[in-house]
């Protein structure tokens, strides 16, 4: 009879990191299911969280390490790769300097703090301040904004009594707010969706407000004006916890219902609706798309416009509003260095707040300062010749550099430009500190990430990795833990959890903290210590400390963008599937069966205008590339626009599109989600 047994933990095939139980039989993953007891998910589980077996022992996982000789790949020894690398490292270290070396880790590591920190650690031990991940191209711009805003980060609550769903679609990446919205419908919660595109749940929501891409900072302004001017404001909650107020109160006054309406395409008469139910609820939330509100030319602005909202509507620490959830006390892999990360003379503001400075640097600057700055690149987890902006321009000064290493579970297409490719271990090899519940749902809860099964055939852990190469480089004071388990339980230090008690007391993980709903003195972290509308750091970077409109760049309203012609249809790159996390997965033949083709999505009106049939083999063309997808003609987007998916790859890669010097002005991310292309119909022979 085969030993069983049954271990609890997370599924962190995306950032939700749902709860799961994985039954092993002698050392093999053999069952997967939703965790009943998680507050994420409740025992539900997505079709990749169901599908998590098939990820973890795919045939075509690396196996061993790797080494390009000759344009192919050789099999090598771990011994031999670290030597190798690391004797390159210091070679290029000494004619160059530390700061050659840039570090990089995907979406994958931010939801494995490991991952993040551990690179972030090696970086700092090397002496470079060059670190890259996917937070200086989404979400992160949010977080940077709230803390300018209050010092701290509140985030929007599961359940809420208004959801704005603000370019989020809650069916298609983020199972938790779909099951809280669908349960607090039904208790009379109500819901709006503001896209350009009528998402599933524009079906039941109470308004719907069709919105033209990258216009969304000019709807949060009227939204602002209508409250004001009505007097539809929380004054009590103003006077006691802001500052600034009474300069909002001018400064808003041109930005009237009548001119969002012939930006936006959203008539006034439904602003001023919106912005009255949005000021008459107590307990209502924004929940903005993961990125699609970063991914424009006004990005920063919008958040400020949207945190603004929330703050003069009393919207800030009550149930279902965004409420600042308390932060466990987790012992910090990461590790504070010397030197000026690449972006901070650009965007100082993604970089430095107050004096207390982030470790990344501005990633849409790369491809432009490789081979110049930047000579070697690690990559952990990561694929950003696919998921980073402007892919032709990465991959171009990717193959300019002395080294990459790329660390993974496949031949990503950044692996496959690799000098050298190493195996990672999947989620359920390793243990880990599930912790993001609290940062994207406002849930301060934790669990201990477990070591299901032993590694996949030669993979290692980024504690191992880490560890092997610092020894090799001089190094390994910088890296102290003996063991994974080490690592894990340092990051637990002050908690009030130890290691043992989330692996054996508490597998199913814990609630660290009770949140609260009050605003104690203190509460709001800015040198003003309000929250503060009138941002002075803001002022003092030299931007407007009051929320503002800027138009894309490149969009029919821009006077910049003159070629209009030849790309008349405003394009949305990023569309999430349901069956994939950015570019994973599409191996799994599973999910793959469900969403077979990158599909370019728009209204049947377009399709006419062009041309275009359901179905045909279409190019989308921008001023960087052109991609060749299939038409999907729907009823569901608006005219005059185009949406692609991302995480394809080759000429399928919406990445080919985008423009990594296309950015936005404050914090420097890129704009994906409102450039200008054409579509037509072709042949290709297949
Ligand atoms: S939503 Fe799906 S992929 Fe994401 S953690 Fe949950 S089960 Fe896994």
Redesign the pocket.
């Known amino acids: 009879m085969k030993a069983r047994k049954e271990i609890l933990t ?9 709860g ?1 139980k994985v039954a092993v039989e002698d050392g093999k993953a053999v069952e997967v299911k ?1 965790l009943a007891s998680h507050p ?2 409740k025992g539900e ?2 079709p ?3 599908n ?1 077996l098939d990820t973890i022992y795919h045939p075509q996982r690396i196996k061993y390490p790797m080494k390009k000789v000759n344009g192919k790949f050789e099999r090598i020894s771990w011994e031999t790769a670290l030597d190798e690398i690391s004797r390159k490292l210091s070679d290029l270290k000494e004619e160059f300097g530390p700061q050659m070396m840039g570090m990089f880790s995907g979406s994958i590591g931010v939801e494995n703090m490991e991952i993040a920190g551990l690179t972030q650690r090696f970086k700092t031990a090397f002496g470079s301040p060059n670190f890259f991940s996917v937070e200086s191209v989404c979400y992160r711009m949010r977080i940077r904004t709230r803390q300018i805003t209050f010092g701290k980060y509140p985030t929007e609550e599961l359940d809420s009594n208004l959801y704005i769903l603000w370019g989020h679609n809650p069916d298609a990446s983020d ?2 707010l779909k099951m809280a919205i669908e349960k607090n419908m039904q208790k009379g919660a109500k819901v709006v969706v503001i896209d350009p595109k009528k998402i599933p749940m524009s079906k039941n929501a109470d308004m719907v407000l069709t919105i033209r891409p990258g216009s969304d900072g000019a709807l949060a302004l009227a939204m602002i004006h209508v409250i004001i001017k009505e007097k539809r404001y929380d004054r009590a909650f103003i006077d006691k916890h802001t500052k600034g107020f009474e300069k909002l109160v001018p400064h808003i006054e041109p930005f009237t219902p009548e001119w969002a309406q012939k930006i936006t395409w959203v008539p006034a008469d439904k602003i001023r609706k919106l912005a009255r139910m949005f000021a008459a609820t107590k307990g209502a939330a924004i929940y903005q798309g993961t990125c699609t509100q970063d991914q424009t030319a006004n990005g920063t602005q919008n958040s400020r416009a949207f945190s603004i909202l929330q703050v003069i509507t009393g919207n800030i620490n009550v149930p279902g509003g965004w409420v600042i959830s308390p932060r466990p006390y987790l012992g910090n892999v990461g590790l504070a260095g010397d030197g000026d990360p690449l972006g901070i003379d650009k965007y100082p503001l993604f970089i430095e707040l107050w004096g207390r400075k982030s470790p990344y640097g501005v990633v849409t600057m790369v491809p432009e300062n490789i081979p110049d700055l930047l000579k070697s690149f690690i990559v952990v987890g990561g694929n950003p010749l696919v998921s980073m902006p402007d892919s032709n321009a990465f991959k171009e000064a990717f193959r300019k550099l002395d080294l990459l290493v790329v660390h993974d579970l496949y031949m990503t297409d950044t692996a496959k430009e690799a000098h050298y490719v190493l195996p990672a271990c999947s989620n359920l090899e390793k243990y880990g500190v599930a912790y993001n519940y609290n940062v994207c749902h406002c849930i301060p809860y934790l669990m201990l990430r477990k070591k299901c099964i032993e590694p996949y055939e030669e993979s290692w852990s980024e504690w191992k990795l880490f560890t092997e190469l610092a020894k090799r480089l001089g190094l390994e004071e910088y890296f102290p833990w003996a063991s994974e388990e080490e690592l894990v339980a340092f990051e637990l230090g002050q908690t009030g959890f130890s290691f043992d008690y989330l692996l054996n007391e508490k597998p199913e993980g814990d609630y660290y903290q009770q949140k609260s709903y009050t605003i104690p003195d203190g509460t709001f972290k800015t040198p003003s210590k309000k929250i503060e509308i009138y941002s002075d750091a803001m002022q003092q970077a030299g931007f407007d400390p009051l929320p503002t409109y800027l138009e894309p760049l490149k969009s029919p309203q821009s006077k910049k963008y003159r070629d209009l012609k030849k790309y008349p249809l405003i394009l949305g790159t990023g569309n999430r599937s349901y069956y994939y ?1 950015h570019s994973q997965h599409r191996n799994i033949d599973a999910l793959n069966g469900q969403d077979p083709h990158p599909m370019a999505e728009l209204s049947r009106n377009t399709a006419k205008d062009f041309g275009i049939k359901q179905g045909d083999d279409v190019s989308v063309s921008t001023d960087r590339g052109t991609v060749f997808m299939k038409a999907s003609v729907v009823d569901c987007v608006a005219d005059g626009i185009v949406f692609v998916p991302h995480g394809w790859s080759g000429q399928a890669n919406a990445n080919l599109l985008t423009d990594a010097k296309c950015r936005e002005p404050i914090l420097g991310y890129p704009d994906m989600k409102s450039l200008m292309c054409a579509i037509k119909s072709v042949e290709i022979s297949r």
Request: charged share 15%; aromatic share 4%; glycine share 10%.
């Open positions: 997370d599924c962190t095939l995306c950032y939700h990191s749902c799961i939703g994420i998910n589980l997505c990749k969280g169901e998590i199972l938790p996390t």
